[in-house]
């Protein structure tokens, strides 16, 4: 099945600073990439569609202007949790796929 | 939204034993798909299903894809201690780069 990687795996940072993660097919060329956050003990909750050359869909409640999502190329889709706080730290996963969807190793991020 | 409804939520059982778990849904769905989800690490995936009826093997582990299009089991036989790990079932209700319905998981724990 296709590769996904994520960077960094984990990040820890300051309440009020911005992260970004990335999100690479390493093997596919994927014109849609999906986002999710994870809390423990919780399923998958998905975020965002990233869509390669448009802009991004997200689902309702998501606030798309502190999570900037941009899929500037066929292998890349970064997510941007801008501004964080305490609350967004949580478990940050990609997919990436066509009907059968492959996850990356997710990222773990904690804002103190 | 979709919702799929996967039970049971958790699952104890001794090495050797086999396991069941399920998802129904209220809509049909035209793939169903299987993960599993180490602590701390990407949903991997499983088994996937395309058409109504189909019985699908990897290992140790059996899918079907329910006949109605709204129903799917896993069967994990004679488990082993590693086989320990949340179980997502997810469905597309159309296929290609669609979304994924994640049910809310099953946690397996085997005792050895």
């Known amino acids: 099945g296709a590769v996904v990687s994520q960077h960094p795996s984990r990040v820890i940072c300051k309440s009020g600073t911005s992260v970004k993660i990335e999100c690479r097919s390493l093997?596919?060329?994927?014109?849609?990439m999906f986002w999710y956050r994870q809390f423990p003990k919780q399923s998958l909750m998905l975020m965002a569609t990233?869509?390669?050359?448009?802009?991004?869909?997200?689902e309702q409640g998501v606030e798309k202007d502190k999570f900037l999502i941009n899929h500037a190329s066929l292998t890349l889709s970064t997510l941007t949790v801008t501004s964080a706080h305490p609350e967004d730290s949580s478990f940050y996963i990609c997919?990436?796929?066509?009907?059968?969807?492959?996850f990356g190793p997710g990222t773990r991020l904690t804002v103190l | 939204g979709q919702q799929l409804n996967q039970s049971p939520q958790s699952m104890f059982i001794q090495e050797g034993e086999d396991v069941s778990m399920n998802c129904t849904s209220s809509s049909i769905f035209n793939t169903w798909l299987w993960y599993k989800q180490d602590p701390g690490e990407g949903p991997v995936l499983l088994i996937a299903l395309y058409k109504a009826g189909e019985l699908t093997s990897n290992g140790r582990l059996t899918a079907q894809f329910g006949i109605t299009r709204k129903d799917s089991f896993l069967n994990i036989s004679a488990s082993i201690p590693s086989d320990v790990g949340i179980y997502f079932c997810?469905?597309?209700?159309?296929?290609?780069?669609?979304?994924?319905?994640f049910g809310k998981g099953t946690k397996l724990t085997v005792n050895p």
């Open positions: 093997d596919f060329q994927a014109t849609t």
């Open positions: 997919s990436s796929g066509y009907n059968e969807q492959f």
């Open positions: 990233s869509n390669e050359g448009s802009k991004a869909t997200y």
């Open positions: 997810a469905g597309q209700l159309k296929g290609g780069s669609e979304k994924l319905v």
